[in-house]
């Protein structure tokens, strides 16, 4: 059923594993969520944000990219993703900040500033909604 095409987009540490498992049994069970070409517009949307992720960018900016309204950007991603596109690009920002706090020395101030947060308070809030702990604990564990 899967060779159809792809069903859904999903990064790898993105989504939690009850998450990953939904989307996979929707896409087993052909429940299209929506059409391909509005499917074409998330992924074209989420590749927006993976390239401009350490940059300021706002809901408007990416909904202009695919030209849609700002309020049909996050139905569709409701839809497609069950989260909204902010939600998705702090979660991405997030999974590149736990690259970063394991591979280099720089401090947890220069790496939400490099992954596209401009306050590392609430970067750190952020990081430990999404991960469970601070930055600190997850680069020390």
């Known amino acids: ?62 909904a202009q990219h695919v030209n849609i309204a700002e309020d049909y950007l996050t139905f569709c991603f409701r839809k497609e993703l069950s989260i909204t596109p902010v939600k998705y690009l702090q979660r991405y920002r997030v999974n590149q900040a736990k690259q970063l706090l394991k591979s280099t020395d720089k401090t947890v101030t220069d790496i939400a500033l490099s992954v596209g947060f401009s306050d590392s308070g609430y970067f750190s809030r952020i990081f430990h909604r999404e991960v469970g702990v601070s930055p600190e604990a997850f680069r020390n564990s």
């Open 1 to 62: 059923r899967l060779n159809r095409g792809v069903a859904v987009v999903l990064e790898k540490g993105l989504f939690a594993p009850e998450e990953t498992m939904e989307h996979i049994m929707s896409a087993l069970e052909r429940k299209r969520k929506l059409n391909r070409d509005t499917q074409r517009l998330v992924r074209m949307a989420m590749a927006y944000m993976h390239e401009h992720f350490s940059e300021p960018i706002s809901r408007r900016e990416v």
